[in-house]
């Protein structure tokens, strides 16, 4: 392998070196990313870039400085190793007398591929059951995938000990370090196939201090899964997806002593703690007629069911979905949505809760440059009785419905483009509960308008936007309305586009009837600058007016003034480059 190196003997450059070989001396900690054999092999052997700049923002307000730093100024230095593409970020930071400086820490992953064999080695994750496994772990493991046979096998930790001082007051809650080992074999093709699942987890009880050990109980698992597809026919197919889990809260617990618990002490003791659970779901899958594509799924989950190779899992509960999609004429694209769910499947609950979500949706072009869509979306929650009777005065009974209509015009033409859009939207959130109906508080009702239009001047690369919004929104003895209106407008200048400007004027009129109003005017401009990709000017300023226009006030005008101004500089650097012959140079500017 043939091999180049670019220095750069600038004062800047200078500075930097000095500054890595201080980081070389001091920092031994180190992040390896995930690596192909033969990506590492075509490599570079060794990058180094980065970037230094600077920000710096004014702030005025008419109302006292509170809530924000009148003058803020930072510095920072950015700089990334790359060693046969393993990258390795070091950052600095300073700000009004702050400062933070930053390095890798200890995180290895590596992950080599030959044909159809993967290894994994440190910080990883292997595709599993959601029911099973879903988070990553460090340790090793290899997968094994070609057209139909799929087998894979690992082992390591799930998660580190916290193992605080007991006697220091804000110590964290302490948790045991957590180990794992997994296996799954699948054999089949994308419409017909069959995988199986094994999780083996356990704390050790040993990670943590013995003063620790009376505070958070140590647990262990077993999971074992299974999930298959099967497609009979060419336009319907079945997949299942379940689990079982055994599982103890508390290690320490006596185990069982009979002859159905004496059937598992080979992989797991049966403990007065232990418990087991059932997960899963099914789903049918249909291509009718018409362009008719449908999909039926049920979903339960015990109450309790755990895995410790999961992250936080809701249980004790059943649902059932349906959505179906077609297009019609060609032209027309309806879609709709539906579920259901309900908990308190052992019925051990206070109270049952049962939840609906359904939606339809329709879309279609008129011509080349009409379009139209409407969503509806509604949502009910009811509460019945679990072990108690539920008081009708506090009864959860409840419905949200949402309806929205969005027209869009566009137009594009050799020097002009045009596009106008328009949203209607309504939404109402009731109480159904017919008790508490005629005294009930959150009761709302909001209507909203959006209006939007945009200019594309082609000869000139400028880009001029109009847009407006009503809201309004009536509850329990209250009414609220609120008018914004905008105008924008950016332009890229000079033949490589490396100066933009942008500008925008808006107006905010907000009400809240026999209570308040008040109104607000402001302004936005920012001018940046690239100069040869490597350096970036930025300059941006704001201002606001604002204040209580309501007559019946003792202050009725524009009395407060909001300004913020600020400078930034840029600069991206290549420091050293050591190449494979044939590479392509960098862009330090990405």
């Not at 060693?83 to 820490?105: A, R, W």
């Not at 379009?371 to 506090?394: F, R």
């Not at 959860?396 to 949402?402: C, E, F, H, P, T």
Request: proline share 3%; net charge positive; with cysteine.
């Amino acid at each position: 392998m043939t091999t180049t190196m670019v220095t750069n003997s600038s004062p800047s450059s200078r500075m930097m070196a000095m500054a890595l070989a201080w980081i070389v001396c001091h920092c031994t900690f180190v992040t390896a990313s995930a690596q192909d054999i033969a990506s590492i092999a075509k490599s570079d052997p060794l990058i180094m870039t980065g970037s230094i700049g600077t920000a710096n923002t004014y702030h005025y307000t008419s109302v006292g400085d509170g809530y924000a730093s009148p003058l803020s100024n930072t510095i920072y230095a950015n700089l990334n190793i790359s060693l046969y593409g393993i990258s390795m970020p070091f950052s600095f930071y300073y700000s009004n007398d702050n400062t933070s400086f930053s390095y890798p820490n200890i995180s290895f992953n590596l992950t080599p591929t030959y044909k159809n064999w993967t290894g994994h080695i440190g910080q990883s994750s292997m595709a599993f059951s959601p029911y099973v496994l879903n988070m990553s772990w460090s340790g090793v493991g290899l997968e094994y995938n070609s057209d139909r046979l799929r087998v894979g096998a690992f082992y390591g930790k799930l998660r580190s000990a916290i193992n605080d001082d007991p006697t220091d007051p804000s110590a964290r809650k302490p948790q045991y370090r957590r180990m794992g080992w997994g296996f799954k074999v699948g054999y089949g093709s994308n419409s017909n196939y069959i995988d199986l699942y094994l999780l083996r987890a356990y704390d050790r009880q040993s990670s943590i201090s013995e003063e620790w050990r009376s505070v958070v109980a140590p647990q262990e698992n077993i999971v074992v899964g299974l999930k298959g597809m099967v497609t009979p026919l060419k336009w319907a197919s079945f997949t299942a997806n379940v689990a079982t889990s055994l599982f103890s809260t508390d290690t320490r617990a006596e185990k069982i002593q009979d002859d159905a618990a004496a059937r598992w002490d080979q992989v797991f003791d049966v403990r007065y703690s232990s418990m087991a659970r059932f997960a899963g779901d099914a789903s049918l899958s249909l291509r009718l007629p018409l362009g008719i594509n449908a999909n039926v799924c049920y979903r339960m989950i015990q109450p309790d069911y755990t895995s410790l190779g999961t992250y936080y899992m809701s249980n004790n509960y059943h649902s059932l979905g349906i959505t179906a999609s077609t297009i019609l004429l060609n032209k027309v694209s309806l879609s709709g949505t539906f579920s259901g769910q309900q908990d308190n499947l052992t019925n051990k609950q206070l109270y049952t809760t049962s939840g609906y979500v359904y939606n339809v949706m329709a879309s279609t072009r008129l011509g080349n440059h009409f379009n139209i869509s409407a969503t509806y979306n509604g949502y009910t929650q009811k509460q019945s009785d679990g072990t108690m009777a539920v008081n009708d005065s506090n009864r959860v009974d409840r419905q949200l419905n949402s309806f929205s209509l969005t027209p869009t015009y566009m137009l594009d033409t050799e020097a002009l483009g045009h596009s106008l859009s328009m949203t209607l939207n309504a939404t109402s959130n009731k109480d159904n509960n017919s008790y508490t109906e005629s005294v009930n508080h959150s009761n709302v009702t909001t209507w909203a308008l959006g209006i939007n239009y945009g200019l594309n001047v082609k000869p000139w690369q400028t880009d001029l936007a109009l847009t407006f919004s009503h809201q309004q929104t009536k509850g329990y003895r209250s009414k609220y309305r609120s008018e914004v209106g905008t105008l924008s407008a950016s332009r890229s200048f000079f033949e490589e586009k490396n100066l933009h400007l942008n500008a925008s004027l808006s107006i905010c009129y907000n009400e809240v009837e026999r209570q308040s109003k008040s109104l607000s005017m402001g302004g936005d401009f920012s001018l940046g600058y690239t100069l040869k990709k490597v350096h970036t000017f930025s300059a941006s300023a704001s201002f606001n007016k604002y204040g209580d226009v309501n007559i019946s006030k003792t202050r009725s005008n524009l009395d407060c003034t909001d300004i913020t101004c600020s400078l930034n500089y840029a600069y991206t650097f290549s420091l050293l480059e050591i190449k494979r012959k044939g590479s392509p140079t960098p862009d330090p500017s990405l």
